[in-house]
């Protein structure tokens, strides 16, 4: 799972679900050309949803008024199974690591956290929203979070 976190002035209340849905779309498109760069021949599609988001909620930090986490679904051409990187209730940290070549949710994730420039995302997903609450950001951050697993 990928989140961000943005600072948006002059946002009193929660954007409206149109807004939200304009970013899910521009950050679909923007994450989808970062992961056709890297993994271009393994994917056949890049789907984005919203899993969770907050208002005013101050994650990662005080310095964040919007919190969203991704759920990003990779379809693999059709030698492959389909592989995710969703959220799960037991997650651990990404660490700094070279990204691997497999599309895997662990390098997929990797990837883009480590791998996306911020303030590029920022210009081209996410101010682009005219005439929005997201118009107006002025600070972002991008983190990631893997499933655990789980043996028993």
């Known amino acids: ?38 993994f271009g021949s393994q994917l056949s599609e890049v789907q984005l949803s919203i899993h969770h988001k907050e208002f005013g909620s101050a994650k990662p930090d005080k310095h964040y008024n919007i919190y969203v986490e991704w759920d ?12 995710s990187a969703t959220a799960d209730r037991q997650e651990r940290i990404v660490q700094d690591g070279v990204a691997d070549t497999e599309a895997n949710p662990e390098n ?36 990631g979070k893997l499933p655990t697993e789980s043996m028993f």
Not at 72 to 83: G, N, Q
């Open 108 to 143: 997929l994730t990797r990837f883009l956290v480590q791998g996306t420039d911020l303030m590029d995302y920022m210009l081209k997903a996410v101010q682009p929203i005219r005439k929005s609450a997201f118009a107006n950001v002025t600070m972002g951050f991008m983190g």
């Open 1 to 38: 799972m990928v989140y961000t976190a943005f600072k948006l002035d002059c946002c009193e209340s929660n954007p409206p679900e149109e807004e939200y849905e304009k970013l899910r779309l521009n950050t679909q498109d923007y994450f989808t050309e970062r992961l056709e760069e890297q």
């Open 72 to 83: 990003i679904e990779t379809l693999r051409k059709p030698d492959s199974a389909s592989t």
